[in-house]
């Protein structure tokens, strides 16, 4: 499909241990290690988006770039697709660690842009 179609994306994420992190305005809380979702828009340019979050010097903007720059977390993949945000977040399994995360401006009253999909290996070890 045209990348100009493409309209928001998802960073499939691996937090190596879990961690206490500030995000803002939201304030401070607890991430369990393991896999996360984290879906965003891009409407303008999306590649430009994607490389902003690959990126290790940006400055800290949205509450993904407070997850992002700690050290243990790490993108494992990014995708685009041509659903709006809202409609992919909510098909996305996985539970909401903190509510209103990457969702300030949301309009499908998804409760967050961030979803846990569980601890590493499933939880095997």
């Given at each position: 499909m045209d990348n100009r179609r493409k309209r928001s994306y998802q960073l499939h994420i691996d937090l190596e241990k879990k961690i206490r992190?500030?995000?803002?305005?939201l304030g401070t809380f607890f991430f369990p290690a393991g896999a996360y979702v984290y879906t965003g828009s891009g409407?303008?340019?999306?590649?430009?988006?994607?490389?902003?979050?690959?990126?290790?010097?940006?400055?800290?903007?949205?509450?993904?770039?407070?997850?992002?720059?700690?050290?243990?977390?790490r993108i494992l993949r990014a995708r685009t697709f041509s659903e709006e945000e809202?409609?992919?977040?909510?098909?996305?399994?996985?539970?909401?660690?903190?509510?209103?995360?990457?969702?300030?401006?949301?309009?499908?009253?998804c409760g967050s842009h961030l979803k846990y999909l569980g601890p590493p290996n499933g939880g095997r070890r």
């Open positions: 992190l500030n995000v803002g305005r409407k303008r340019n999306i590649e430009a988006r994607l490389r902003r979050h690959f990126s290790a010097t940006k400055t800290t903007r949205w509450h993904i770039d407070y997850l992002l720059r700690h050290p243990r977390a809202c409609e992919l977040n909510r098909e996305t399994a996985g539970r909401i660690v903190v509510n209103g995360f990457g969702s300030s401006d949301c309009r499908g009253k």
